[in-house]
């Protein structure tokens, strides 16, 4: 009972901490991001092996605040600089730059493959690429490579607003509804124009400018 406990508390605390690391660390995977997740993998582990439990909750308070540290460091030009480097140019004007493949250690076949999932099969459509200090690669294309939007053909396109979901999985999330000025009266009388109950609805959304109910029914059996 008490390893459970142990495992327990140790699972939570490790998410509070990923928490306070913030998003940054999970979605861009910076140096320092990288060897705070190592290391908060090793010293939440350690208890498990051991029966320093204490220590253990103190290293992970320690390097929360070293992270964040480091974090605050970044904001400033030149310590974005030193902990995360520069963009470096891998593509320009659709030729390798293969002194700068050679510095970030990437291989033809991985650029080529990275251009292929962003949907640019051949190297001479595009302009630049650059691979950012998070590991991503940024294509930039050729003018005339550049995908169409509706602002190149003139066609108006009335913008709706951001879809924020009201009903998920037949439950309405008041929350949601409250962010848009929206009420359950509201959805109760649009769901009743449409002959719905929200346990028929698996899905619903509202988009924050028109106010209009999107709806995906629940398949019934």
């Known amino acids: 009972m008490f390893l459970f406990i142990k495992v327990f508390t140790l699972y939570l605390v490790t998410i509070a901490v990923m ?8 979605v861009q995977m910076t140096p320092y991001d990288l060897v705070a997740i190592i290391i908060i993998g090793t010293i939440a582990s350690e208890p498990l092996i051991s029966t320093e439990f204490w220590p253990t909750l103190l290293a992970l308070g320690i390097l929360v605040v070293l992270h964040i540290l480091f ?5 400033n030009q030149i310590g974005n600089r030193f902990f995360l ?19 970030s250690h990437l291989s033809i076949s991985q650029v080529l493959a ?29 003018a005339e490579n ?19 979901a009201v009903i998920v ?21 649009e769901l009743a ?13 509202a988009s924050d400018k028109s106010k209009k109910l999107y709806i995906n029914k629940r398949e019934k059996n």
């Open 19 to 26: 928490r306070l690391m913030g998003k940054s660390s999970i």
């Open 71 to 75: 974090s605050m460091l970044t904001l």
């Open 85 to 103: 480097g520069e963009p470096t140019l891998i593509i320009k004007n659709g030729v390798i730059l293969e002194d700068n493949l050679e510095k």
């Open 114 to 142: 990275i251009l292929r999932s962003k949907g640019y099969p051949k190297v001479s459509d595009v302009e630049y690429a650059l691979l950012e200090p998070i590991g991503e690669v940024s294509v930039i294309p050729k």
């Open 146 to 164: 550049t995908p169409v939007t509706v602002e190149h053909m003139n066609i108006d396109i009335k913008d709706e607003g951001l879809p924020i």
């Open 169 to 189: 999985d037949g439950r309405i999330q008041y929350r949601n509804l409250k962010l848009l000025g929206l009420n359950k009266e509201w959805l109760m009388e």
């Open 193 to 205: 124009k449409k002959n719905l109950n929200q346990k028929d609805v698996i899905y619903g959304f």
